[in-house]
């Protein structure tokens, strides 16, 4: 597929228990972000990625959220010990590159519900 | 700190009308972007429009033009002719040059009646 795709679409897990999403950006795109979007709000920024450099983790709202990103390719939000405050859906980004202006691809996202 | 305020809610608007979308924002830096989106029932986001801190002219894109007074720190989405499909939330946004990363709005709810 030629959009950014996101897996699992839907997760639902207990408090206490860590999870891992994936983002799988547009072929070529060096940058990567994730947002975060609680139930009728705006999306929050997380961390965001471009190429090899250190990842920009001023968005996480706790040390509980970390991520990776392997060069320019697959990127997972890994949430540990979740809370219910974590029931959101989180969206992944990729753009051709961070300049000012360029559009950023969005991804489905994974709804995820935690109990 | 980078600021994004959408003081309307929900707006109600007859089709094949317009409608402004209110976006006011707080930055100090003196480049930054501006972008518009789109979020209907499905949850994707669609982009809709841009428009940088120096361009001189207010972006337009097919039925949506943005209105852009830079002194007053706002940027309001315009869409004309309105249609049954532009029903969505819409959420402004900014992002300043380094990272080009996104500062959302609350978001405004749209709904077009037939």
């Known amino acids: 597929g030629a959009g950014v795709s996101q897996s699992p679409s839907n997760k639902v897990t207990e408090k206490g228990k860590d999870v891992e999403l994936r983002c799988d950006p547009i072929s070529g795109h060096t940058a990567l972000y994730w947002y975060r979007q609680r139930l009728g709000q705006g999306l929050e920024f997380l961390i965001y990625f471009q190429g090899n450099s250190a990842p920009d983790k001023s968005g996480l709202p706790s040390d509980r959220f970390s991520a990776e990103r392997t060069g320019e390719s697959v990127s997972t939000l890994t949430i540990q010990r979740t809370q219910q405050e974590d029931s959101a859906v989180y969206l992944c980004?990729?753009?051709?590159?961070?300049?000012?202006?360029?559009?950023?691809?969005f991804g489905p996202g994974t709804r995820l519900t935690v109990l | 700190a980078q600021k994004i305020t959408q003081t309307q809610p929900g707006m109600f608007v007859q089709e094949k009308e317009a409608v402004t979308l209110d976006c006011t924002y707080d930055?100090?830096?003196?480049?930054?972007?501006l972008f518009w989106y789109k979020q209907p029932s499905s949850g994707e986001m669609i982009f809709l429009i841009y428009?940088?801190?120096?361009?001189?002219q207010n972006a337009t894109e097919g039925r949506y033009s943005l209105n852009f007074q830079k002194a007053r720190k706002s940027a309001n989405l315009v869409i004309s002719a309105s249609q049954l499909g532009d029903s969505a939330m819409y959420f402004c946004?900014?992002?300043?040059?380094?990272?080009?990363?996104?500062?959302f709005g609350g978001g405004t709810r749209v709904l077009v009646k037939p």
């Open positions: 946004a900014m992002s300043k040059a380094a990272g080009n990363k996104l500062t």
């Open positions: 980004a990729s753009s051709l590159s961070p300049g000012l202006g360029n559009e950023q691809f």
């Open positions: 930055t100090s830096d003196p480049s930054y972007g």
């Open positions: 428009q940088g801190s120096y361009d001189q």
